[in-house]
């Protein structure tokens, strides 16, 4: 079977801290692609990283990092020195590759950053 | 800009109507997905469109009609079946890249339609 689980439902940190996002993920599938997506409370997903099974190295983007890992299938996301700004719904989603590539999505990790 | 409109933002639908989400894209995007939202719960796919005049069912595509007669529309249909529409709907496009009935790309989403029952 193929799975995301996001199993934080919630996260609330204080301003300036740093927070990670866990995501674990189920393929039998060799070649993978797994995605990040950050919604704020307007709603739109937003975009924020695409990151294929060949490619192992860590990605660091700003304040945002990400650590993949195919021993334990994860594929974490790290917020360093969190702000207000970054509260939202953060969605984790893998490609089902045997089905046109559909995305399957985790349940999401709601974060709060408090001022 | 280039982007993904969707409207209404906010529709209200009564017992035994049918509704339709409107979704247009100018990015010149090949495929067009829509999900439905529900809260604490990821996304969920209502159905697809590899091209223009074709379209899938997703997971959940009981009491949903689509159509895809242009490349840039895809309008969502929920009807009088779907006796559960209360839900956020996203509709959402990507490039081709990876597989010809599929796509490895980002998807670009809309704002979303907030469905309600009247």
């Known amino acids: 079977a193929q799975k995301v689980t996001q199993a934080q439902t919630e996260i609330s940190v204080v301003e300036k801290e740093d927070v990670t996002l866990d995501c674990v993920y189920e393929?039998?599938?060799?070649?993978?692609?797994l995605f990040w997506y950050k919604q704020p409370p307007s709603g739109e997903l937003v975009f924020l990283i695409r990151r294929n099974s060949f490619d192992e190295q860590n990605e660091i983007s700003g304040r945002y990092s990400w650590n993949f890992q195919k021993s334990t299938s994860s594929f974490n996301f790290t917020i360093t020195a969190s702000q207000v700004v970054d509260s939202a719904v953060y969605f984790c989603a893998l490609i089902r590759m045997d089905s046109n590539y559909q995305l399957i999505w985790g349940a999401g990790t709601k974060l709060i950053i408090k001022p | 800009d280039g982007g993904i409109t969707q409207s209404p933002k906010y529709l209200f639908r009564k017992e035994g109507q049918n509704v339709t989400l409107s979704c247009e894209q100018n990015l010149n995007h090949d495929a067009m997905y829509w999900y439905r939202q529900d809260p604490g719960q990821g996304l969920r796919l209502i159905y697809y469109?590899?091209?223009?005049?074709?379209?899938q069912k997703g997971d959940i595509a009981e009491g949903y009609s689509v159509s895809r007669e242009k490349k840039e529309s895809f309008p969502l249909t929920v009807t009088s079946a779907q006796k559960n529409p209360t839900a956020f709907y996203l509709c959402?496009?990507?490039?081709?890249?990876?597989?010809?009935?599929?796509?490895?790309?980002?998807?670009?989403f809309g704002d979303g339609t907030r469905l309600s029952i009247l």
């Open positions: 959402a496009s990507s490039p081709p890249g990876g597989a010809r009935h599929g796509s490895n790309q980002p998807q670009h």
């Open positions: 469109s590899q091209i223009v005049n074709d379209f």
């Open positions: 393929t039998r599938d060799t070649t993978y692609y």
